[in-house]
């Protein structure tokens, strides 16, 4: 990779991320934009980086451009394109993704992650978009970026447009966003208050004339916990906030049945002193009457780092009961914030048994921007994209006891996520590298 790019890459995103450019459109201080401001370093710093690994071998990829979230949804690869829209690849070799399509429909896209599936042998795919504003927008005038894009991308060389959402903070934010695939619906995340809790029924969108997802219900998630037969006179807690990310499992083993659970993470206040934020897990196998079975608010205290912004919220591949949430950190180095709390669930989930863990990026690591980000899991392992501090991956065979067994830092590594593919491959959507393929080679756990 040529050196000026990262450098280009860097200043524009740093530029684009700005606290003036990261402003709600409502006149008041976006919370959800508060961790907007990136304090990415110039090429030199990563000079001396280049290739850093442990039990992680560099497998190729495609450089060149802004990178992001990564989905994969059968024998393709949908990666968000920071700022941008969206690549397709073809992984019918997993190591070897081949650019089969795009979505870059022009003018601003922030953040833009993608989710995809197929009903019926049409592959739909989404492009979220959150409320923050971009000053380099490409097309004048179109800064507003709180859009929701549907896609027929069964062509991927031809992506057709079927719906958008927005740009309006009623239906178009959706900081991510998670389809359902076995029940066509779609889950976004980044509401505020009322909007906090949004379902979709996908139906009408895949009939002969595509129209809106069907809004089956808006909840403030604190009103569903208010509300909740599940609470039995735990507190309610501080008023909602905004939804960071939600991630849906359907037909989880919970008690004698199997329910479709959803795990809300509320960021908080980025720029507070921490544990502004909470983690909701919320019952939605009748999605249009969801019950929230537990809201997890951070012990304060000794021996409990607080929370500065609830990232993502997580069930562990192979421990179901183990969720892991996210602490995302910009603005301080490693050894001691950015990390991961792991806690147990019960076999009902509707309390937390105990903390098992904390874990952060250890000291010394190599990284000004040194905090996890999106992630996904295979069995005990756990694999962050992790912003300066590239591929991280951490066992939690102990959970008590998380180790790192595995990392990759890449020249200019700004790795906002990682997903483990099969045959140890796993693919991180890089800010200013583009995709990067990677082969875990340590323990299995």
């Not at 569903?224 to 905004?242: C, I």
Request: aromatic fraction near 8%; proline fraction near 8%; hydrophobic fraction near 35%.
């Amino acid at each position: 990779m040529q050196g000026g790019f990262v450098f280009a890459a860097t200043a524009a995103l740093a530029l684009a991320l700005s606290p003036a450019g990261a402003a709600a459109h409502d006149g008041g201080v976006d919370p959800a934009a508060q961790h907007a401001s990136l304090p990415f370093s110039t090429p030199s710093a990563f000079a001396p980086l280049a290739g850093i690994g442990e039990n992680v071998e560099y497998v190729g990829g495609d450089n060149g451009f802004t990178g992001g979230h990564v989905a994969v949804q059968g024998k393709r690869l949908y990666l968000g394109s920071y700022g941008r829209g969206l690549k397709i690849y073809d992984i019918s070799d997993p190591q070897a993704p081949r650019p089969i399509g795009q979505y870059v429909p022009g003018g601003a896209r922030a953040d833009a992650p993608p989710d995809a599936a197929v009903f019926d042998g049409r592959h739909i795919a989404v492009l979220n978009g959150t409320r923050r504003t971009s000053t380099h927008s490409a097309v004048p005038g179109d800064a507003r970026t709180d859009r929701t894009e549907f896609l027929d991308v069964t062509d991927p060389a031809n992506p057709r447009l079927l719906w958008t959402f927005g740009p309006d903070q009623v239906d178009g934010e959706s900081h991510n966003g998670d389809i359902v695939d076995e029940r066509r619906l779609y889950f976004p995340s980044g509401g505020l208050g009322v909007q906090g809790l949004r379902i979709y029924d996908l139906a009408p969108l895949l009939g002969d004339t595509p129209a809106a997802p069907r809004n089956l219900v808006r909840a403030d998630p604190v009103a569903l916990w208010n509300e909740s037969p599940y609470r039995a006179g735990r507190p309610v807690g501080a008023p909602f906030t905004h939804t960071h990310d939600i991630t849906v499992y359907p037909d989880l083993q919970v008690g004698d049945g199997r329910r479709d659970i959803a795990l809300l993470a509320e960021g908080g206040a980025y720029a507070g002193a921490g544990n502004t934020g909470s983690v909701f897990v919320i019952d939605v196998t009748d999605p249009a009457h969801p019950v929230v079975l537990l809201r997890w608010l951070h012990e304060s205290g000794p021996g409990h780092h607080p929370i500065r912004y609830h990232h993502e919220a997580q069930l562990l591949d192979g421990d179901p009961r183990l969720m892991l949430v996210t602490d995302e950190d910009l603005h301080n180095g490693c050894g001691g914030a950015g990390g991961v709390v792991a806690l147990r669930l019960s076999e009902d989930l509707t309390s937390v048994l105990r903390e098992e863990s904390e874990w952060f990026i250890p000291l010394g690591t190599p990284a000004p921007v040194c905090s996890v980000h999106v992630f996904s899991s295979k069995g005990d392992l756990a694999f962050f994209g992790s912003y300066n501090a590239g591929l991280q991956v951490v066992s939690y065979r102990d959970p008590a006891n998380p180790r790192r067994v595995g990392q990759f830092i890449a020249e200019g590594a700004t790795s906002w996520g990682a997903q483990v593919h099969r045959k140890g491959i796993v693919y991180v959507g890089d800010m200013t590298r583009g995709l990067d393929v990677f082969r875990y080679t340590g323990p299995k756990g």
